[in-house]
Structures are given as structure tokens and as C-alpha cells.
């Protein structure tokens, strides 16, 4: 039996709440990497003399730590939801997940379209999900706006993770590098 619209408004807030309890995570997840990040930036700037047979080998960590602190920098950039391409990546990355109205990134895959965004098409595919749940013959504006806001921030929290995941895969590579760049050195 459907629920009526203000228990249909109630579910989408919670479903929004759950949302952006996994963005704060995986901001706060970027965040602790990107000082890791720096941190081992400041520790290789002044250990120099270490390094002063081997410049190119010094120049070269330096610079990879500095692009893996980039990688996290860029997830915090406002509206990552508004590029076509990172979206793109995303959704190859995670169309398998599919059919789960409130994982973020189940609704980012079942909203997504590959047109230029269009908050209309998807916050309408989102209803088409929830035609079986919820009354929406007579949804409100505040209704939509929520519906929305879950697609917004469940894209927002998509791609964090897939730089996350991009971030920790660029990190085992560089600690490789390093830790062999110290053995030589």
C-alpha cells in the first residue's frame, strides 16, 4: 500500500539524512588522506640531505606526494555533480549497483543520464522508483526538492568515492615507489 505524501516527505528526509551521514564519511576519509599527504610531503622536504646524491630520485617523491594530494584536493571542489565526464567515469564505475532506492550510490546509478545534467529527468526517474512505495499523484515542491537534493548529494557522494578509491589505489603505488626510491637511495 503506498504511503500517503507527508509519510512519502518523512522517508525522503530520512533517505536524505542517511545520505549525507556517508558524505560527511567519506569527506572526513579525504581529509585524513589528504594530511597524510602533506604530512609526508613536509617529512621528505626536510629530510633534503638525505637525498643529495640522488636529486632526480628526491624532485621525483616529491612530486608524486604532491599529486596525491591533489587527487584528494580535487574532491573537494564545489559542484564535481555538474561535470558530465567525472559522472560518466563514475557511472561505468558503479552501474552494477543497481535497484536500491536508498544507497547513494544505487540512486546515483539509477538516476543517472548521460544527456547534459538535467535535475528534471532524474529526480523523475527517482519517483518512477518509488511508484510502488509512495502516493506521488500529488507530490509537493518541498517533496521535489528533497528528491532532488538525494540525487544531488548521492552523486556528490558517488564521485568522492570514486576519487577515494582512485586516492588509496594512487597511495599503495606511491608508498611502493618510495619505499624502493629509499632502498636505493
Known sequence: MPLNAKDSLDQIKD????????????????????AIWIALFVALLSENEHFSVHLT??????????????INLISFMPFLNKSNF???ICYNSYKKISGNKVFYQSVFVDTYSSDAYNATISCNKYKQ???TDF????????????????????????IKTYLFGLS??????????????LIIA
Open 168 to 181: 588509496i589505489k594512487y597511495a599503495i603505488i606511491t608508498s611502493i615507489i618510495i619505499i624502493v626510491g
Open 135 to 158: 502516493d506521488l499523484s500529488c507530490t509537493s515542491s518541498l517533496l521535489d526538492d528533497y528528491i532532488r537534493q538525494v540525487i544531488e548529494v548521492s552523486t556528490v557522494a558517488t
Open 86 to 88: 567525472i559522472r560518466r
Open 129 to 131: 522508483l518509488f511508484s
Open 15 to 34: 533517505i536524505y539524512q542517511d545520505i549525507n551521514e556517508w558524505l560527511k564519511f567519506i569527506e572526513a576519509k579525504h581529509a585524513g588522506l589528504f
Open 57 to 70: 630520485i628526491y624532485t621525483t617523491l616529491l612530486i608524486l606526494l604532491l599529486l596525491g594530494a591533489f
